[in-house]
Structure formats: C-alpha cells, structure tokens
C-alpha cells in the first residue's frame, strides 16, 4: 500500500538555490494539494490540482511554482529559496471534490540556510 | 476566503477525563468539516468528519457536533488515553473547490 509518498524526507539547501519537493500518489486521485505547516499557523495551503494540468493558488503561493503533467505526480518547485520557506510540507490527496477525505503524505522537512 | 479559528491552543487533562475542541468558521458556503489528529514527527490524519446536513456524529470515544447558525464546531474525546495525547486540527471547506482551510491546532496532553 504505497499510497502517498513525499521525497526527499528532509532536505537543507541555501538561500537563492532551487529546489524541488516530490509528491507520488498510487490512488489515481484527482486532487492534490501542497500544505506548509509552521509552528503558529497549523496548515496552509499553497497550491492545488483539479486534475492533470489544472493548478491553482492557494493562501500562501509566492516563491512557489508546481506542475501537474501526470496524475500521480504534483513537484513542488521553490525557485529561490529564502529562510522564510524553511517548514514541513505537506502534500495530500483526494479522490473528488465532493468532500472526500484527504490523505496527507509523511512530509518534508525542509530548511534554508 | 475561508477563516478557521480554533482554541485553546493546549489542552492538558487527565487520563479518563474529557476533552473539547472548539472551531469556528467565517464562509457560511463551507459544508464539510473534518478533523485531522497528528502525532510528533508524523503526518495528519483523518479521525472524524462531519458534513453541514448533520448535527452531530459519534465513533466511539469521539464526537463531532455541529452548529451551522453559529458557525461553530467541536470534537469531544471521552475517557482520555495518553495515546490520544496530539495535536488536532479542525478544518472547514466549501464543496465546489475541494480546498481544506485549517485551523492552528490543538496540542492534547493526557496525563496518566
């Protein structure tokens, strides 16, 4: 049961440098989405996919970019990285938009330094 | 957009007793209110949901209620067990955009 994965599992880069958080999801789901969670401010979201190409912003969007050219996958690209985006992210998943629960991959920790 | 507040932020009781979380929400368009739980270093996962044609909903120890005039809604843990001992997470969202709004979560601390 891979369900959900998130890669790398930790990460540190430095600031100015890109780089990019995978998510995989086994389950053919139609909606992914990335959250970042910092101490504070619980989940927030910054992208998410209606379906294969097909993104839209979140709450918090700037310094990120994402693609969505296959089902199963939704990167997360931070394109220069700052200080201010070191957190934990997560990415999710669910089967529709008919408030279908929302299975949660293992997270990233990423730091910049 | 869509606004959840979510309190207290610690919660400390002992082991048997009970807990409450209490949400609001702001977007009266919100229609499913689910609840996550997340344990130290893991990720969030789904403990109960609850949908606005719905005014309460139970799983054993667990209960959701539902006050849609209000805009509020809680989680109720009965008969506390330290491994309930995390952090909760309410969250509301709006059918047509799938899109989970999260409140800054509850950390639960049950003591033996």
């Known amino acids: 049961d891979a369900g959900i994965t998130q890669s790398p599992r930790y990460k540190i880069t430095e600031t100015g440098r890109q780089v990019t958080l995978m998510c995989h999801q086994t389950?053919?789901?139609?909606?992914m989405f990335w959250y970042r969670q910092d101490l504070g401010h619980g989940l927030r979201l910054i992208y998410y996919?209606?379906?294969?190409?097909?993104?839209d912003k979140g709450e918090v969007p700037d310094g990120y970019v994402v693609s969505r050219s296959k089902t199963e996958n939704f990167p997360l690209t931070l394109e220069s990285a700052t200080r201010s985006q070191t957190s934990v992210y997560f990415c999710?998943?669910?089967?529709?938009?008919?408030?279908?629960?929302?299975?949660f991959g293992q997270g990233t920790r990423l730091t910049v330094v | 957009g869509e606004n959840v507040e979510q309190h207290p932020s610690t919660l400390s009781v002992q082991e048997g007793d009970s807990a409450v979380i209490k949400c609001t929400y702001s977007?009266?368009?919100?229609?499913?209110f689910p609840w996550y739980k997340q344990e130290l270093g893991k990720r969030p996962q789904l403990i109960i949901d609850?949908?606005?044609?719905?005014g309460e909903k139970k799983d054993q120890r667990i209960a959701v209620t539902l006050n849609k005039t209000a805009k509020h809604f809680s989680l109720h843990i009965t008969e506390t067990q330290p491994e309930d001992s995390a952090v909760y997470f309410c969250?509301?969202?709006?059918?047509?955009?799938?899109?989970?709004?999260f409140g800054k979560g509850t950390m639960l601390l049950v003591s033996p």
């Open positions: 999710a998943s669910s089967a529709s938009s008919k408030n279908t629960e929302a299975f």
């Open positions: 389950w053919s789901h139609s909606y």
């Open positions: 996919s209606a379906a294969a190409d097909i993104t």
């Open positions: 977007d009266s368009a919100s229609n499913y």
């Open positions: 609850i949908r606005s044609n719905v």
């Open positions: 969250a509301a969202s709006i059918k047509r955009y799938s899109t989970l709004t």
